[in-house]
């Protein structure tokens, strides 16, 4: 193929081996360098080809595993056209199938639940929990069917770290394989010990993937969220130049399908080729390092409720008045201390190596739709889907995810998550409706007829680019 834009970054490479060439793509959905034409969000008729042509093609999140706490729990998952059952059959088997009844298409369920066997609300046909047919009202007046003709259609279903994945291609590459190197790097974190704290989604009035572009470089921490730089969090005000001085920096890196980035630190200390490092926090950085790590943990546990937990927390409150040993920054005396709470209270506390940390990095395009932000003890796991067919409308869930003790690790846990039209109603904390509110002033300003397409910075925005190439070799490709 020919790479029409050599990239500087330093990065390389954000070409890969079975990429569709620009020029095989019409003009109007063109990638440049960097580069990403406004069509890919305004589009209906690029929508109808995201719709069309990957998302039935691709491996997405449905669910968590301890979703399906019961036998015959099942949860929804639906885009565009398909909506998928994922159905816990067994205590050891998940299963997913088309929610769409063999007799005349009638939906079959919505949302979650927990049933004995599958009831078409309708004419009451019923499958049981493993798909195969279980009762056809009057079955003598129907032409004769085999069995196989009438059990419900299978989708692929795998799981990862807790995570339940389905795919509605039966030819897809295996899970694990498509999301190469996400298994590996995850492992330290164990998040299949994980368990969701909290999930809530909200519609919002922009394009799926602006939802996700927001959440996928840290390059807007200093613009959009200034009250990060201060110990004084209810001080919103725009970052002086002083402030802009100690911006975070977060270099992204990009692999075949996914993608993410890493936050490591002040820009002007933080030097090419360094890795994430969680003892490592910006903030105000004149006054006592041990408050400024102290309520930079505190303020991410009760503003946006994730990453940080409640354990954490008190770690935190501990660090701000210990006497720090010599030769130890307070960042990593509070790691110590949280992971001195977490052995003591029952948890599994792996040390996790610099080069794990490293390679891990902050936040992960999960291609097509999710983002996970990966930390010992707890994680983030957004989602973002188109709402029906408008470019302009998207449906995004946000998800908080914490470790469980080891003693716990077998107990149910029942989960419901809660959904609010508006974000404005949904209690998401500063930093979340900071976000909510740019995606829209973008979807508004990118509809001004000035704008022809994102720019993006070559070091911290290469996710957002990442995607919209991946994405081409679902939707030109066979
Ligand atoms: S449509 Fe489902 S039983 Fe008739
Ligand atoms: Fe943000």
Redesign the pocket.
């Known amino acids: 193929m020919t790479i029409v834009d050599e990239p500087t970054t330093s990065r390389p490479p954000i070409w890969f081996e079975g990429d569709v060439p620009p020029e095989e793509v019409p003009e109007k959905y063109r990638l440049g360098r960097a580069y990403i034409p406004k069509a890919r969000y305004l589009d209906p008729d690029f929508l109808d080809l995201e719709l069309g042509r990957m998302f039935p093609r691709t491996w997405q999140i449905a669910c968590r595993v301890e979703e399906l706490t019961d036998v015959g729990s099942f949860v929804e998952y639906a885009v565009g056209d398909f909506s998928v059952l994922v159905v816990r059959e067994s205590r050891t088997s998940i299963r997913a199938y088309h929610n769409s009844?063999r007799?005349?298409?009638?939906r079959l369920a919505r949302g979650r639940g927990r049933v004995g066997s599958l009831i078409?609300p309708?004419?009451?046909?019923r499958w049981n929990l493993d798909g195969s047919i279980r009762l056809v009202l009057d079955r003598e007046e129907f032409v004769p069917r085999s069995d196989d003709d009438l059990g419900l259609s299978q989708v692929r279903v795998d799981q990862w770290a807790g995570f339940v994945f389905i795919n509605p291609d039966p030819n897809a590459i295996p899970l694990l394989e498509y999301l190469d190197p996400i298994p590996r790097i995850f492992e330290p974190f164990q998040l299949e010990n994980f368990r969701l704290r909290w999930g809530k989604s909200v519609i919002l009035d922009a394009n799926w993937k602006t939802g996700l572009d927001a959440f996928l470089e840290a390059y807007h921490v200093a613009g959009t969220h200034p009250q990060l730089f201060r110990l004084d969090r209810t001080n919103d005000k725009l970052a002086s130049l002083r402030e802009l001085d100690i911006r975070p920096w977060a270099p992204t890196t990009v692999y075949e399908r996914h993608s993410h980035y890493s936050a490591l630190g002040p820009k002007s200390s933080a030097a090419k080729g360094d890795g994430k490092d969680p003892s490592k926090r910006s903030g105000d950085n004149v006054s006592d390092e041990r408050l400024n790590v102290a309520n930079a943990v505190q303020y991410l546990h009760e503003d946006m409720r994730g990453l940080e937990n409640e354990r954490s927390w008190r770690a935190a409150e501990a660090l701000k008045t210990a006497e720090v040993p010599e030769g130890m920054t307070a960042g990593k005396y509070f790691l110590e201390l949280y992971r001195e709470l977490s052995i003591e209270e029952g948890y599994d506390w792996p040390v996790i190596t610099t080069d794990q940390w490293t390679e891990a990095g902050s936040s992960w395009a999960v291609f097509p739709n999710s983002i996970i932000l990966p930390g010992q003890g707890s994680a983030f796991w957004y989602r973002s889907r188109p709402y029906e067919k408008d470019p302009n409308k998207s449906v995004f869930e946000v998800f908080s995810l914490d470790q469980i003790p080891i003693a716990d690790y077998d107990k149910k846990r029942y989960f419901e998550p809660s959904h609010f039209d508006d974000y404005r109603d949904a209690d998401m904390g500063q930093v979340f409706s900071q976000d909510f509110m740019n995606m829209t002033e973008v979807t508004t300003g990118m509809h001004s007829p000035s704008f022809d397409g994102h720019r993006l910075s070559e070091e911290q925005e290469m996710t957002i680019w990442n995607h919209h190439r991946v994405s081409d070799r679902y939707i030109w490709r066979d």
């Open positions: 009844c007799h005349r298409g009638t078409c309708f004419h009451g046909w």
